[in-house]
C-alpha cells in the first residue's frame, strides 16, 4: 500500500463545476492502448505517451479502466491491491505521469473503482476465508449451505454456474457475482465502507477527477438472501434458454437493491464532495437501470449513471428511440452517460451494421450520433477509427467469459485488440514483441497514421465534429427532444439551447432515405456533414445523417 499523497490542494465543492455535463469521456482499456516495455501488453508509460491523441481528438476527459494490481483473472476486474499499480502496467509515478500529462492537456482523469468485489488473492479475502472468528470475517458474503448441502439460494453468476462457491476453511459458501476468483464484499459491514471509502479518499488525494464505479447495482445484497423469481418466459429468450443461464432469472435480490443509494453511493458521494469539481459515474446494469439511473442520479449519490439499455446486440432506429425516449421519460432531474461501444461489448460499427459488412459512412456516423445524445458520452478507445469487431480464434482467446460460453458467445476479446497506431507492420505500433491479443489486418487498414493522412477519414472527421460539437451549447446540455420524421430506420433529435435548435438526422439503414423535414433549416456549420437539405425535403444517404439548424429560432 502507498502512502496516501496529497497531489493537489482538495477544496470543499459542492457540484457547482458540473464539467461532466455534456462531456467526451474517452474510455482508455489499457491493455490495449500503447505498450512501451516490449511484454506486449499495454501499460501507463503507453497512455503517457498517446494522451495527445485524445487531447486532439476533442475528448473532455479520460476514464482508464483498472491497472491496480491483480491476478488478471478478469483482466484488472479483480483487484487484490486498490492502491497498487499492477507491475505489468508500471509504478505509482507512471500514473502521477499520466494525471499530469493529462491536466496539462487539459483532460479530466478518471479511474475505475471495483468496489463489488476483489480478488481472491486480496489479503482482506484470505483473512475473511481463514476462519468463522477472524476479524474480517464479515467483510465478503458468506452463508451456511441448506440442509441438503446446496448454495443457500439459487442467484447466479454473471459468467456462469451458480454465484456461491463452497469454502472448505469455513465450511461456507460465498457470494461472487463473477468469477469465483472475484469473491463480493459485504457493504453492509461499517468496516468495509470504510475501507472504500478510504481507498476512494487515496485515490482523490493522489488528484484523479473522478471514478466509474464498477458494476455497483451489486454492491448490495438482499440480507435475506431470498431467492430470485424466474424471468417470464418469453421476456427474453423466445427461442428457446439463452447462451448463458443468467438472465434465464430476474435479479430482483442480488442486484438494482433500492438500499444502495443510503448505504453505499451517497457515503462516496459526500466523500468526493470534499473536493473540487470531482465526480461518480456508476455502471447500472439491471432490467431496472433506467429507473435506477434516475433515482440515483437526481441525488441518490451518483452524478451520472451508465446503463447497457443502448448497448444492444441487434440495434435498430426504433429500438434507440425507444431507449432513448424511456431515459427521457424516467431521468427527471438525473443525468445519463451514453456510450455505444466499451470492453464489455461487440463494437458498435458491427453491431449496427447487422450482419452485412459495415460502410465507411456508418464508422463515421456512430461517434456522430453518440455525441448528439443528450448526457455525458463514453467513446471507446477505437471508435475514433470506425475499428470494427475482431473476429478472434477460440485459440486467441483470453476472456474467461468467452472460453466458458464459446461458440455460442464469443467473450469480450473480440472488442479489446489492441489498438493499430501505425499501418505498417504486423502489430500496429502497439507493441514490439507478440500482442497479447492479435490485431486484424483489417484494423491495420484503419491506423491511426493512415487516417490522420486521410483528410476524410472517420479519424479526421470525428476530430472536426468533436471540435465543432464544443462550440455548439445545444449538443453539449441542450434540452432533446424527439421528433417522428415518418420513417423508421431514421433517429431524428432535436437538441435546443437558448436561442439555437438544432434538428439531427440519422439514417442506420444502409438504403438512402428521403425526408420531408419539420420546419425551415438552415445550415449548421457541422464539418464532415455528408447529406445536405433541398427545399423542405432532405435525402439521406445509407447510414447517413444531418445537423441543421431551425431557421429564425
Ligand atoms: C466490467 C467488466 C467486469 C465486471 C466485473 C463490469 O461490468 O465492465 O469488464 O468483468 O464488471 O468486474
Not at 510 to 516: F, I, K, N, T, Y
Amino acid at each position: 500500500m502507498f502512502e496516501a499523497t496529497t497531489h493537489e490542494t482538495p477544496k470543499v465543492g459542492t457540484r457547482e463545476d458540473r464539467w461532466w455535463q455534456g462531456a467526451v469521456i474517452y474510455q482508455i482499456y489499457p491493455r490495449s492502448f500503447l505498450d512501451t516495455n516490449g511484454d506486449g501488453v499495454g501499460d501507463l508509460p503507453g497512455i503517457e505517451r498517446r494522451l495527445d491523441h485524445v487531447a486532439e481528438l476533442g475528448a473532455d476527459a479520460v476514464w482508464i479502466s483498472p491497472f491496480m494490481r491483480s491476478p488478471m483473472k478478469d483482466y484488472g476486474y479483480d483487484v487484490a491491491d486498490y492502491c497498487d499499480v499492477d507491475p505489468l502496467f508500471g509504478t505509482m509515478s507512471d500514473f502521477d505521469r499520466v494525471r499530469e500529462k493529462a491536466h496539462a492537456l487539459g483532460l479530466k482523469l478518471l479511474i475505475d473503482l471495483v468496489f463489488s468485489h476483489t480478488s481472491d488473492r486480496h489479503p482482506w479475502f484470505a483473512e475473511s476465508r481463514a476462519s468463522r472468528d477472524d476479524p474480517k470475517a464479515d467483510w465478503y458474503v458468506w452463508a451456511d449451505a441448506r440442509p441438503d448441502g446446496s448454495p443457500p439460494n439459487n442467484w447466479l453468476s454473471h459468467f456462469g454456474g451458480s454465484a456461491w462457491t463452497w469454502d472448505p476453511r469455513r465450511r461456507q459458501y460465498y457470494l461472487h457475482n463473477f468469477l469465483v476468483e472475484q469473491p463480493q464484499l459485504n457493504l453492509w459491514s461499517d468496516e468495509v465502507l470504510a475501507a472504500v471509502l478510504d481507498v476512494a479518499r487515496f485515490w482523490l488525494d493522489r488528484g484523479v477527477d473522478g471514478f466509474r464505479l464498477d458494476a455497483i447495482d451489486v454492491a448490495i445484497h438482499d440480507r435475506h438472501l431470498r431467492d430470485n423469481p424466474p424471468r417470464p418466459q418469453g421476456l427474453l429468450h423466445l427461442g428457446g434458454p439463452p447462451a448463458t443461464p443468467f438472465s434465464m432469472q430476474v435479479q430482483l435480490y442480488n442486484k438494482a437493491r433500492p438500499e444502495l443509494s443510503d448505504r453505499v453511493l451517497k457515503p462516496l458521494w459526500q466523500l468526493t464532495d470534499e473536493y473540487h469539481a470531482r465526480m461518480l459515474l456508476g455502471e447500472l446494469g439491471s432490467d431496472i437501470g433506467l429507473q435506477r439511473a434516475a433515482e440515483h442520479s437526481a441525488g441518490g449519490g451518483l452524478d451520472i449513471a451508465y446503463t447497457f439499455d443502448i448497448l444492444q446486440p441487434n440495434p435498430t432506429a426504433r429500438v434507440i428511440r425507444e431507449i432513448l425516449e424511456r431515459a427521457e421519460n424516467a431521468i427527471g432531474g438525473g443525468w445519463m452517460c451514453w456510450s455505444l461501444s466499451n470492453h464489455d461489448v461487440v463494437r458498435a460499427v458491427t453491431r449496427f451494421a447487422r450482419g452485412q459488412p459495415p460502410t465507411e459512412a456508418l464508422r463515421r456516423l456512430i461517434p456522430v450520433m453518440l455525441c448528439c445524445l443528450r448526457g455525458t458520452v463514453c467513446l471507446y478507445q477505437g471508435d475514433e477509427l470506425g475499428l470494427e469487431e475482431a473476429d478472434l480464434a477460440f485459440e486467441d482467446l483470453h476472456d474467461p467469459f468467452g472460453i466458458t460460453f464459446w461458440p455460442a458467445f464469443k467473450g469480450r476479446d473480440g472488442c479489446r485488440t489492441p489498438m493499430p497506431w501505425r499501418g505498417d507492420g504486423p502489430t500496429g505500433g502497439f507493441t514490439e514483441s507478440r500482442p497479447w491479443l492479435p490485431l486484424p489486418a483489417s484494423h491495420l487498414e484503419r491506423a491511426v497514421d493512415r487516417q490522420a493522412a486521410d483528410p476524410g477519414s472517420v479519424l479526421n472527421h470525428t476530430r472536426a465534429f468533436l471540435h465543432w460539437r464544443r462550440t455548439q451549447p445545444a449538443l453539449v446540455t441542450g434540452s432533446k427532444h424527439f421528433l417522428d420524421v415518418g420513417h423508421d430506420d431514421v433517429v431524428a433529435l432535436e437538441r435546443t439551447e437558448g436561442g439555437t435548435r438544432l434538428l439531427t438526422l440519422f439514417n442506420l439503414a444502409a438504403e438512402p432515405v428521403d425526408l420531408r423535414l419539420p420546419y425551415a433549416v438552415e445550415d449548421s456549420g457541422c464539418p464532415c456533414q455528408p447529406d445536405q437539405p433541398t427545399g423542405d425535403t432532405i435525402r439521406l444517404g445509407g447510414h447517413g445523417f444531418a445537423i441543421l439548424r431551425a431557421r429564425g429560432v
